[in-house]
């Protein structure tokens, strides 16, 4: 990546932009619910079903429903701002009997249905959140740091997230910790719905059509890197875990959310020279790199190719977010937020699965090897992808 030039917006600056406190502060205590649920909830099905393969089925099955619904969810905000509320109520009222029926010891398959029916309505507060960015920002300058202290703050929560469900399920049991989380949706989504009635005029679309953003010229080419680089943090997660032990792993994939936060504020505090569409082959390539350093089997090295790897990861991040906002017309801005959130967790999912058997059948110094591999694949596509576009391109007149 090119040098960065100063003069750029300062955080100070975007967190004084009129309305943006009280909106980044709803959002965050919204995303926080998202952060917590993941063992609540798998502990509460556990509970009611007396099953781990059939809780880990249902709360998978959860997480799917919520990934491939998040655009269409997306959509529906964005062309009919009340459904925001909808959404949220509707949600709540799930994980609410969702808690009781485990508390009950309800049949397993009424259990499931609630599990799996659940995941349909989680507010697409991310994607939300990002284009309140891009209206609220002056400049390019300004949104870059927008989207870069949003990505940081919210990998914040995700990494923080999982250590907060567990205290609360120690603390209450796993239904109340699940009532719990529901108590953080209605907080989260209903300080969102007051933030957002506090800003003048729509700040959704409000039922302006801009089309399908998957039929954007170079939005669908931008989700491969995305993809790739979820995958990758998956197989190399579960392949050190083979390699070193669990509680290295869990040190190590700690430099990894800690590596995302510290790039993403560094990337988020400058201005970066170079065309935005090729970032993301550069930051895939990079990221190749750091994952092709474990196989070596040092651990100094390991730690600091995975904090690196973070880095790359939430950079690239933003830089999809960044070309969301570039690349899509507004009115659609949200939807493709989601598409970019649904690509990285369908990425991680195909990375567990397909790590666990590269794992098993070659050791985890070829599924190293092989992440790198995968990743190099990735930048390649994507750098086709990126010159084919340019060269498509009308050239000026008179040229």
């Not at 499931?112 to 697409?124: E, K, S, W």
């Not at 801009?210 to 998956?234: D, E, I, Q, T, Y």
């Not at 993301?280 to 995975?306: E, H, I, K, R």
């Not at 690349?327 to 659609?332: I, R």
Request: aromatic content about 6%; charged content about 10%.
């Amino acid at each position: 990546m090119s040098r960065p030039s100063r003069g750029s917006a300062s955080y100070r600056a975007v967190l004084t932009l009129p309305h943006a406190p009280r909106l980044f502060t709803a959002a965050m205590f919204a995303r926080l619910s998202y952060g917590v649920i993941g063992l609540p909830l798998l502990l509460t099905l556990y509970e009611g079903t007396g099953s781990y393969a059939v809780a880990g089925t249902v709360a998978g099955l959860f997480g799917l429903v919520t990934a491939l619904l998040g655009p269409a969810r997306a959509r529906l905000v964005e062309r009919r701002p009340a459904a925001l509320t909808w959404l949220s109520v509707s949600y709540t009222a799930l994980l609410a009997a969702a808690a009781t029926a485990c508390a009950a010891h309800a049949p397993t398959a009424l259990i499931a249905a609630l599990g799996l029916i659940t995941g349909v309505f989680p507010p697409p507060v991310g994607p939300l959140m990002r284009t309140l960015w891009g209206r609220l920002v002056a400049d390019e300058a300004q949104r870059q740091s927008a989207l870069s202290l949003d990505t940081a703050a919210e990998s914040t929560v995700f990494a923080l997230g999982p250590l907060l469900g567990g205290l609360l399920v120690a603390a209450l049991g796993a239904p109340a910790a699940l009532g719990v989380c529901t108590l953080l949706v209605l907080t989260g989504f209903g300080l969102l719905a007051a933030a957002l009635r506090g800003v003048p005029g729509s700040v959704c679309s409000g039922g302006v059509r801009s089309g399908n953003p998957l039929r954007v010229k170079g939005f669908r080419p931008m989700l491969l890197p995305v993809l790739g680089a979820a995958a990758a943090f998956s197989v190399c997660e579960l392949a050190i875990v083979v390699a070193r032990g669990t509680v290295a792993a869990g040190v190590l994939t700690t430099l990894f959310a800690v590596g995302g936060v510290l790039g993403g504020l560094l990337y988020g505090g400058h201005r970066w020279r170079g065309p935005l569409r090729r970032r993301p082959v550069l930051l895939v390539a990079a990221a190749a790199c750091c994952y092709a350093v474990p196989a070596v089997d040092a651990l100094a090295a390991t730690a600091m190719a995975l904090l690196c790897a973070g880095a790359c990861t939430d950079v690239l991040l933003i830089t999809a977010y960044q070309l969301v906002e570039e690349l899509v017309p507004e009115g659609a801005r949200t939807e493709a937020g989601a598409w970019v959130n649904t690509a990285y967790n369908l990425g991680a999912a195909f990375g567990a699965a397909a790590g666990g058997v590269l794992v098993d059948r070659a050791g985890p110094v070829t599924a190293f090897g092989g992440t790198a591999g995968m990743l190099v694949c990735c930048a390649a596509a994507g750098a086709a992808a990126t010159l084919g576009a340019v060269r498509r391109r009308p050239s000026p007149a008179g040229a």
